[in-house]
């Protein structure tokens, strides 16, 4: 039941309040001075204007009106209130609660044949109606509350299709025990109680048609079953003791759950299963006026309070238990309720204060759509807009709930190649996992940071394996070029120290003194071991430079071999691979490349080690427009004569990582090398870049790394089959675990099938 306590004069004169139709989905009620009828209508043009008698309600909808009347009802100085009737046959039927006590019983159908006032109930002594409310099963069944009496009831239950010899509908029950009686109010009676009390609220319960609860006298509240014959002189069937005895409105999505308010800003919810005493109460500033129940957004519970202009709108759990379950549920509605969400349905400019609310009604069938009520006598839509959750499904679409239904969106395909997840579900799916060797053909041609990431371990296995880098069996990590070269250890950049052999190019095998530069290399065992973690397996015992270069000449990587041997101080075989290079992009008729090649390598033939100044200039000149950078550090190289400690060379970025690193091991003297690495290591793991995982390891730094790279990448996957190699270091880290837990829960989703 609604509830109006304007006066006629002063600001309130305005006043109005706002009603949904029960029964047809697009009209709605306004009540006042005047009760007035209209039914929803769309907007041709936002705007477009409306007639005066119509409605604005929103910039796309309008009430047109179809009914009214104001000669019957007058709204007082006292209290009024209307309840619209819940019946398919009269579906704009009303009654109306007067000062008198009298309830007027109106239809205001589109047919003008029908008389408009139909009947008129009431207690015997005059005293004013609090409280209106419809039966929603039973509709001819109307509960109205009224003031106290001393020898009358408060709280009456009138069967209207006793009220006049025109019934209003035709099917109906007969009060239980009841007799003829002489009077028709009397006869229309079917239940009463609270004799000398007050009734001030009164509402049924949707799932049970002979059921109500009323809020009586100053703190009670009682739940009637109307089916008992002697209800009426026996105890109500349940029974709170408590001041919440206003505003009754029972939950339509949770029927054992209805809410209450008292004098000030007190809300108190409860469960009609464990009634002795409200399950949770909250407190807001101001008095509330109004609850209401949202019945499409289940929990949810509109709060009015007075002077302010705008809901609250508090979203409460719904628990299932049983009237035996002894549960406090304060601290779970209080883990729940972590927000209250206040919502203005107005957008005015802040020179003008927003109106105050009056009324609040929500539609039993459009989701979240409700109609609010100001003290300027305006009505407005109001949509409550849910939080959207979203999920991604195992086949990359992205899943959303949008008020009762769950949608889909799937990505282009582009796009699901380019996300990670799709990534990691085709590699595992391909036999993505902790071998070496299997995940290096499966990257070959995919993706060459990884492949490089995966040969390094396969190296770093085997150059384990032959003994030439000891194990770390107290920590189990597996070192990179940082420690091996003892970065961890520096030395003064340009100090001697014992550890390095200095060796000149006369030294070598296979060396022509007459066609080297003249400035020295280094060598030590442990550098040895870091030029095999780079990738120079040359250097290792039963391996030839040669065989290495025609490896690389056979995956046609022909700059790169004439680079190396040209740092090797063989620059006659750098030529070599260059012509190799140029035949093979005649046969493949790339002539422009071909012809590239063969000026390299005739600019190269013409290099000795004394300087030439034409020859420095000319390849100076030529050097900044070659697009390999191979064959530009090969000239930085040869032009540099050892000065600047090869600074060119070593900054040629686009060249590998670790060929760089292979080129420091064996240019650069202990201080020189060792600040080098430290240098680039902390780039790389600032960086997170997993190619300059061989400078770290699988040490601390390492995982640095690996955490850097998954922040960037999202690519968990590597990181773990990574970190993997090493689980029993690997597993002291808590990052770790967190990368193992989160693949195995992707795993057990969408990809157990690959690991069964």
């Not at 019945?295 to 809901?311: D, F, K, Q």
């Amino acid at each position: 039941a609604c509830r109006c306590s304007a006066a006629m004069s002063g600001q309130q004169s305005n006043k109005i309040e706002v009603l949904w139709s029960p029964n047809n989905d697009g009209d709605l009620a306004t009540y006042g001075s005047e009760l007035k009828l209209y039914t929803v209508r769309e907007l041709e043009d936002e705007g477009a204007g409306i007639p005066p008698t119509d409605l604005k309600l929103s910039p796309r909808h309008y009430g047109h009106r179809i009914g009214s009347l104001n000669s019957e009802v007058r709204c007082m100085p006292v209290h009024q209130c209307v309840a619209w009737q819940p019946s398919n046959t009269q579906p704009h039927f009303f009654a109306i609660g007067q000062s008198s006590g009298k309830a007027l019983l109106t239809n205001l159908g589109l047919d003008a044949t029908t008389p408009k006032l139909k009947s008129v109930l009431g207690p015997r002594g005059g005293r004013p109606c609090t409280c209106l409310a419809w039966n929603p099963s039973e509709s001819h069944l109307l509960a109205e509350g009224l003031e106290k009496a001393r020898n009358d009831s408060s709280l009456i239950v009138w069967d209207i299709s006793r009220a006049s010899s025109e019934p209003v509908i035709a099917s109906h029950r007969s009060r239980p025990g009841s007799e003829q009686n002489t009077s028709s109010e009397d006869s229309a009676k079917y239940f009463d109680f609270g004799h000398a009390e007050v009734t001030s609220a009164v509402a049924w319960f949707p799932n049970q048609s002979n059921c109500l609860v009323a809020g009586m006298g100053s703190r009670f509240l009682r739940i009637f079953d109307i089916r008992d014959p002697a209800s009426q002189t026996q105890p109500p069937k349940a029974v709170a003791n408590h001041k919440a005895i206003y505003g009754l409105c029972v939950d339509p999505s949770s029927p054992h759950q209805l809410a209450s308010y008292a004098d000030g800003g007190s809300v108190y919810i409860w469960d009609t299963r464990q009634f002795a005493r409200p399950s949770y109460s909250f407190t807001r500033t101001g008095s509330v006026v109004r609850l209401a129940w949202m019945p499409t957004r289940p929990g949810c519970l509109s709060v009015l309070l007075t002077e302010a202009p705008y809901l609250h709108l508090i979203d409460l759990p719904s628990f299932t238990q049983s009237p035996e379950t002894q549960v406090d549920t304060a601290d779970l509605y209080m883990e729940h309720l972590t927000s209250l969400c206040d919502r203005c349905p107005y957008i005015t400019s802040k020179s003008k204060p927003l109106p105050r609310l009056t009324g609040v009604a929500w539609h039993t069938k459009w989701e979240n759509i409700g109609l609010t009520a100001n003290s300027e006598g305006g009505v407005q839509e109001l949509q409550v807009f849910d939080k959207m959750p979203l999920s991604w499904t195992a086949n990359e679409s992205l899943v959303y709930a949008s008020s009762k239904e769950l949608l889909a969106a799937a990505p282009r395909a582009t796009e699901v190649q380019m996300d990670i997840s799709a990534m990691m579900k085709d590699r595992v799916q391909h036999g993505y996992g902790f071998d070496p060797a299997t995940n290096m053909k499966l990257l070959h041609d995919h993706h060459q940071l990884l492949y490089e990431v995966w040969a390094w371990l396969k190296l770093h296995q085997e150059v384990t394996g032959q003994g030439l880098l000891p194990s770390d069996r107290t920590k189990r990590s597996l070192q990179g070029v940082y420690t091996v070269v003892g970065a961890d250890r520096p030395v003064a950049e340009g100090q001697a120290t014992n550890l390095s052999k200095r060796v000149s190019w006369h030294e070598k095998e296979g060396i022509i003194p007459a066609e080297v530069p003249p400035f020295p290399s280094f060598t030590n065992p442990l550098r040895q071991t870091a030029l095999l973690l780079c990738g120079w397996s040359f250097v290792a015992e039963g391996h030839t430079l040669e065989d290495y270069l025609k490896r690389e000449e056979m995956n046609e990587h022909f700059e790169r071999a004439a680079a190396i041997a040209v740092f090797q101080g063989h620059v006659r075989r750098g030529i070599a691979s260059l012509k190799d290079g140029a035949s093979v992009a005649l046969q493949q008729k790339n002539t422009a490349k071909a012809s590239l090649l063969n000026l390299i390598a005739l600019a190269l033939s013409g290099y000795t080690p004394q300087e030439t100044r034409l020859w420095h200039e000319t390849c100076s000149t030529m050097k900044a427009q070659l697009q390999s950078p191979y064959l530009r550090a090969a000239f930085n190289f040869l032009c540099s004569n050892g000065r600047d400690g090869f600074s060119i060379v070593l900054n040629e970025t686009e060249m590998s990582l670790q060929d760089r690193v292979a080129f420091a091991c064996t240019y650069l003297d202990d201080g020189q090398l060792q600040a080098y690495i430290s240098r680039l290591t902390l780039s790389v793991v600032k960086g997170g870049h997993i190619d300059g995982l061989f400078l770290t390891g699988l040490t601390a730094e390492g995982i640095t790394l690996l955490t850097n790279y998954v922040n960037q990448t999202g690519d968990v996957q590597t990181a773990c089959l990574v970190a993997g190699q090493v689980m029993q270091f690997a597993m002291k880290e808590k990052i770790v675990q967190a990368w193992f837990q989160g693949y195995d829960i992707m795993i057990e989703f969408a990809l157990h099938h690959c690991y069964i």
